[in-house]
């Protein structure tokens, strides 16, 4: 009921958006530090709407996110709430947006919107208060705070793929820098002059911020290297991040020396496209082989696929194309820069390459679950194989039971190697059909079955569907 309502008012508030844009004279270089400010909220709520529907695809596939998360299945958001939760920022994002436009005829000052509407979001966030969703608040800024102290804590799947969404949210982050940087620098009520030039790069911490989300993959891999020992595939993962790290460099130090040289001359820019390239070929072939794991010769039924598939073929075959197409997308800024044809659409352009890289990353987290719940690519789970069968209802209130029940699901948590093994539960009925196995595995067993011992594993057999 709440999501249509919110649904519809966003509508709304879209449609005067535009009328007024229309109507109302703009001047682009008024309005591109606006822009800057609000695309950033847009795409976290983007992200949000499109999080919601992929929580709605993986339950009806019966890809158990629930599990690989390792979430709480009593507080964990449905995809209703997340829509919920998105409808309603995007509410507040138009109303803010239709104030800032309307400024001149109300008393509050045009830039104060926008920083109203992102102390809004952080509050909400960090509010320690035990209500609006406190349980899920708490679990993602625990995830957040484990990215960020990256490579000092074990890697769980929740650390290192919320970590690889801040990937596809680099914009995000720049923006968040640009308004820091404009409110201190260059709102009127701050006395003093400021030398920075804010959303430039003639200064270290743009590009930082865009290394950032690459430097916490990047930690992370060295941290399960480091645990596992496994040169491949943790350090070659490690390379693919590693690559971020040369793109920034080199287009920040060719953006910064371009004044002097023509592009054609300059041998930054050539390092660059090269950096670019290498990037994205490598991180197209790691996103196809190895989180989705495709491309498997072996499979006689699914042609380039694998022997086991949960979606329909060919949404693997248009995944491997857009992903390919959106890997790339940059050439098309690049282009459009060497004509000198950016300016002054520059900012328009990168907020749809930005869009479209929260919606490559959306397909991509359909296929990187559904390979992680048939094939444990990424060994976070100490057991393999678990139910392909959406869950119902009596199913998940029988899984909180046996949560709740410590003497039905023990856990033994250690932190020596050594002394870890695998506790195992059995429903002992004399119905077979009606037997259900839990597995709580963290270690290594006793009888030799590999156990990681970075996460823990609930593995469901035979639940009544």
């Given amino acids: 009921m709440r999501v249509g309502f919110f649904s519809g008012i966003f509508l709304v508030l879209c449609i005067v958006i535009v009328l007024v844009a229309i109507t109302l004279p703009i001047n682009l270089e008024d309005v591109t530090p606006a822009l800057k400010m609000y695309r950033g909220v847009f795409l976290i709520i983007f992200i949000i709407f499109l999080l919601a529907m992929n929580t709605y695809g993986w339950r009806k596939a019966g890809v158990n996110h629930v599990l690989i998360f390792e979430l709480d299945p009593r507080s964990n958001l449905t995809h209703e709430q997340l829509l919920e939760i998105a409808m309603f920022f995007a509410v507040l994002w138009g109303i803010s947006i239709i104030s800032f436009m309307y400024c001149t ?11 109203i509407l992102v102390t809004f979001l952080a509050v909400f966030l960090i509010n320690p208060f035990p209500i609006l ?22 890697v769980g799947f929740a650390d290192f793929w919320l970590a690889d969404q801040l990937n596809s949210l680099v914009t995000v982050l720049l923006d968040l ?45 060295l941290r399960r290297y480091h645990d596992t020992k496994l040169v491949f595939p943790h350090l070659v993962n490690a390379g693919k991040y590693s690559s971020t790290f040369l793109v920034v460099i080199f287009s920040s130090v060719f953006k910064l020396t371009n004044d002097d040289h023509t592009f054609y001359r300059n041998p930054l820019f050539y390092l660059w496209v090269i950096s670019a390239v290498f990037s994205s070929c490598y991180t197209l072939s790691w996103d196809i082989k190895m989180d989705w794991g495709l491309f498997s010769f072996k499979s006689k039924e ?35 820069s ?13 907020t749809v390459l930005a869009i479209l890289e929260v919606f490559r990353r959306f397909v991509w987290n359909f296929y990187r679950l559904e390979n992680e719940h048939l094939n444990n690519c990424g060994e976070f789970r100490a057991v393999r194989d678990i139910s392909v069968a959406p869950l ?14 410590e003497e039905e699901v023990p856990l033994y948590k250690s932190k020596s190697k050594k002394n870890g093994r695998c506790v195992r539960w059995e429903n002992e009925e004399d119905d077979e059909e009606d037997d259900e196995d839990v597995y709580l595995q963290r270690g290594h067993s006793e009888s030799n079955e590999p156990c990681l011992n970075s996460s823990y594993s609930l593995n469901m057999r035979n639940l009544k569907t």
């Fill in 105 to 115: 005829y109300t008393v509050i000052p045009p830039y104060v919107n926008p920083l």
């Fill in 133 to 154: 969703y406190f349980k899920a608040r708490i679990w993602l800024l625990r995830v957040l705070l484990r990215i960020i102290l990256a490579p000092y804590y074990p």
């Fill in 177 to 221: 820098e640009f308004l820091i940087c404009y409110y201190v620098c260059e709102v009127d009520w701050i006395t003093g002059s400021c030398s920075i030039t804010c959303g430039t790069y003639g200064y270290a911490a743009r590009a930082i911020v865009a290394c950032l989300p690459a430097w916490f993959r990047f930690a992370q891999c």
């Fill in 302 to 336: 699914n042609k380039l696929l694998r022997e086991e598939i949960v979606y329909s073929p060919v949404t693997y075959y248009f995944a491997m194309f857009e992903d390919f197409i959106l890997r790339f997308a940059w050439t098309l800024a690049l282009t459009m």
């Fill in 338 to 350: 060497i004509k000198g044809s950016l300016q002054p659409y520059g900012d328009i352009l990168i």
């Fill in 392 to 405: 119902t209802e009596d199913d998940i209130k029988d899984l909180e039971g046996m949560m709740d029940d």
